[in-house]
């Protein structure tokens, strides 16, 4: 396997990761030091303290425009 494929399946399983963990919890507890969670809305893009996970939007569109074109590009092939 080429170190770009390589490279694009773990990056594709840690932000599809990510989306299954910001699916099946509520945020981050501790993160503030404050007592209350942060809600995965506030740290994400749009949210208050979205530098904490600016990147993670950008990554899973462009991740699912990659897979879109590739399986164009097999069922083209067939």
Known sequence: MSTNKELLKA???LVFDLKELFEESYGVAGL???G???RW???T???FMD???FSYE???KL???IQSLESNSEAQEK
């Open 58 to 60: 950008p990554a899973y």
């Open 11 to 13: 990056l594709t399983r």
């Open 36 to 38: 209350e969670i942060a």
């Open 41 to 43: 809305e506030d740290l």
């Open 45 to 47: 893009r749009g949210g």
């Open 32 to 34: 503030n030091l404050n």
């Open 63 to 65: 991740l699912e425009k």
């Open 51 to 53: 530098e904490w996970l």
